[in-house]
């Protein structure tokens, strides 16, 4: 974490004036689940504080003020919510992080995460003079610390995951299932790492 020189410093440069900021959600469902009612109401607040914000999202894509451009940023969309689980075709496997996607899938692990990072990566990469901050909403994928070394970032943690995971492994009775579930949350692991070494992060 930073010390209190350099949040400071922080702190003053903020206040020299608008902010130019891109804000990241690996998912941002409009109406329930938490991602993208915040996002929604957030952003505008910062639009409205007289700020310029820009959502780089996946699907589900959220609802936006007007005054926000959305960045779509597709995902395989494994797990929606007509087809959940369902099994991506050979063409849309065209690029890295939808192999990747796939990949993870076969081997039961939840991975938006991870390629959502590494697609906000590939495209912050090429704006780094476009931007003063990226606010991240919870994806914490690996690719984030790689955002993070081209332009500031700050990250949002809504709650532990940890917990979920816990609650469904204390009701799990089989080991088969218990084993699934291990599989699938595996990425809290990565999402631990990346949060451990982030400097500003708002809970």
């Given at each position: 974490?930073?010390?209190?020189?350099?949040?400071?410093?922080?702190?003053?440069?903020?206040?020299?004036?608008?902010?130019?900021?891109?804000?990241?959600?690996?998912?941002?469902?409009?109406?329930?689940?938490?991602?993208?009612?915040?996002?929604?109401?957030?952003?505008?607040?910062?639009?409205?504080?007289?700020?310029?914000?820009?959502?780089?999202?996946?699907?589900?894509?959220?609802?936006?003020?007007?005054?926000?451009?959305?960045?779509?940023?597709?995902?395989?969309?494994?797990?929606?919510?007509?087809?959940p689980g369902r099994f991506p075709a050979y063409w849309e496997l065209n690029n890295w992080p939808n192999m990747l996607e796939a990949l993870y899938f076969l081997k039961g692990t939840f991975a938006e995460p991870l390629t959502f990072s590494l697609r906000a990566y590939r495209e912050l990469r090429e704006r780094v003079a476009d931007f003063d901050l990226v606010h991240d909403n919870q994806c914490l994928g690996k690719h984030i610390l790689s955002i993070e070394k081209l332009i500031p970032t700050i990250v949002t943690l809504h709650h532990p995951i940890t917990k979920d995971r816990k609650l469904e492994m204390q009701h799990t009775k089989t080991l088969w299932k218990r084993l699934g579930i291990s599989r699938w949350y595996s990425f809290v692991k990565m999402q631990g790492k990346v949060a451990s070494r982030l400097p500003r992060i708002v809970v």
């Open positions: 974490m930073p010390g209190g020189a350099e949040v400071q410093r922080e702190l003053d440069r903020l206040r020299e004036g608008p902010l130019r900021l891109a804000y990241l959600t690996y998912r941002g469902k409009p109406h329930v689940g938490g991602q993208g009612v915040y996002t929604r109401h957030l952003t505008k607040a910062l639009v409205d504080l007289g700020h310029h914000v820009e959502v780089y999202g996946g699907q589900p894509y959220p609802v936006l003020d007007p005054r926000i451009a959305m960045h779509k940023l597709p995902s395989l969309d494994i797990f929606n919510d007509q087809y």
